[in-house]
Nanobody, 123 residues
C-alpha cells in the first residue's frame, strides 16, 4: 500500500504565504509525478501544480507566478510554496502521486491521493 501524508495547511491573511508538504511512503517502486489539486464545495477538483520525476512542472494559470512546486526524490516528498495568497485560493488541497508498485511479481501503476489539507485565506 501507498500512503500520502500532507501537512502545512492553515489560515493566513491575504498576501501571506504557506508551504504545503506531501510525503509518500509504502511499497513504492517508482513515482512518475506528484502534484497538488484543490477543491471547494460544489466545484470539481482542479489541478494546481504538478512535477514529474524529471523535474518538469506545470501550473494552473491562476497560480502562475505565485506558487512554486518542488520535489525531493530521495525523500519522496513534494512541496508547494504558496505566496501572495488570495481569498480565492481557499480550498482543500490534495496531494496526488502516480506510483508504480511491485505486487506479487507484477508491476502496477496507480494514482494515489492524500487526505487533504485545508487552506483558508482571509481578506
Amino acid at each position: 500500500q501507498v500512503q500520502l501524508v500532507e501537512s502545512g495547511g492553515g489560515l493566513v491573511q491575504a498576501g501571506g504565504s504557506l508551504r504545503l508538504s506531501c510525503a509518500a511512503s509504502g511499497s513504492i517502486f517508482s513515482i512518475s509525478a506528484m502534484g497538488w489539486y484543490r477543491q471547494v464545495p460544489g466545484k470539481q477538483r482542479e489541478l494546481v501544480a504538478r512535477i514529474t520525476d524529471g523535474g518538469s512542472t506545470n501550473y494552473a494559470d491562476s497560480v502562475k507566478g505565485r506558487f512554486t512546486i518542488s520535489g525531493d526524490n530521495s525523500k519522496r516528498t513534494v512541496y508547494l510554496q504558496m505566496n501572495s495568497l488570495k481569498p480565492e485560493d481557499t480550498a482543500v488541497y490534495y496531494c496526488n502521486a502516480g506510483v508504480t508498485i511491485i505486487e506479487s511479481g507484477t508491476w502496477r501503476f496507480s494514482e494515489y491521493w492524500g487526505q487533504g489539507t485545508q487552506v483558508a485565506v482571509s481578506s
